[in-house]
């Protein structure tokens, strides 16, 4: 459940995973769409990594 005010805030995190600024990894795998079903449970874990381009590369 989310509140009207995070509204915003979820369509930057939609918009920001759409355009590979970040991945997302439950149990070591990538959820490579937004329409993936993810089964949890307490022993799930979940990564958000942020991709960041090198510098001087």
């Not at 149990?27 to 937004?34: A, H, M, P």
Request: aromatic share 8%; net charge negative.
């Amino acid at each position: 459940m989310y509140y009207a005010s995070d509204r915003g805030l979820l369509q930057k995190a939609l918009r920001a995973f759409t355009d590979a600024a970040y991945i997302i990894l439950v149990n070591g795998q990538q959820v490579e769409s937004l329409e993936a079903e993810i089964t949890l449970s307490q022993e799930t874990k979940v990564t958000f990594l942020r991709l960041m381009p090198l510098v001087g590369g």
